[in-house]
């Protein structure tokens, strides 16, 4: 958007620099009657470019201003589109300095990998680092034996549990720290992860652009204190008494 306002600048510069010059000539030639034309012509161009109700630049960059006000009324901080490798790492480097910053943690995702698992660390370290000194964590994940779960699997062309979900590895992290809680879900309708200050927000969906169902859609996110926050904290909170324990869906 202060693209948008540089634009407006240059325009004026632009139009006070000709002005000069157009009329500095104009004077040299004694032809008054055209300084006069070209006074006219530069006034008019100057209201049309300062005014926001005919300056197509000014317009927009208003209207984008809303946008933004609106959106930070109902919470929105950010987004970030999943298929950009900027945009992504934007993302994890937000939630990461949320992690640290956190006295409690939740998340309900497909298979907690980018949270959960010590391989891929791209969180792990700092969420260990959370649970160590005592801040609690919530997971849930999807029951990998639901029906929802067989219907993604059957789109990414898989049969049995899903290679992404380390179900010993998980049965370890929630044996070996007592803050964490690991609980299974059939209800697939987004992932979220939240503290008690923030919150990034994915849609689940069927599409897929390639061989496998990829997190490739926009995600979205929030402060707290404000209705997505709280609507999405009270789906994690009603997902969770419907959730069942790992021993229980092991044992199935």
Known sequence: MNKLYKVNRVLEIVLFGLSVVVINFLLSKSYYIWVLVTSIVIIILEILIKNKDYNPVIKLAIARERKIKEM???GVTNHYFMDDFGSKNKRNSETGKAIEDANEMFLLAETGKSYLDIPTDRHWKSIKERLNKGV???????????????????????????????????????????????????????????????????????????DRIENNFIAIEFGRDNQNYNILKSHFNNCWKLSKSMKEVIEK
């Open 72 to 74: 930070e009324s109902y």
């Open 136 to 210: 609690p964590f919530k997971v849930l994940l999807i029951n990998p034996f639901c029906e929802n779960k067989k219907i993604r699997n059957h789109l990414n062309n898989t049969d049995g549990i899903d290679r992404k979900l380390d179900i010993d590895g998980l049965l370890a992290l929630n044996n070996n720290y007592e803050h964490l809680e690991i609980r299974f879900t059939d209800q697939v309708y987004c992932s979220v992860f939240f503290t008690d200050k923030y919150m990034i927000y994915d849609p689940y969906h069927l599409g897929k652009t390639s």
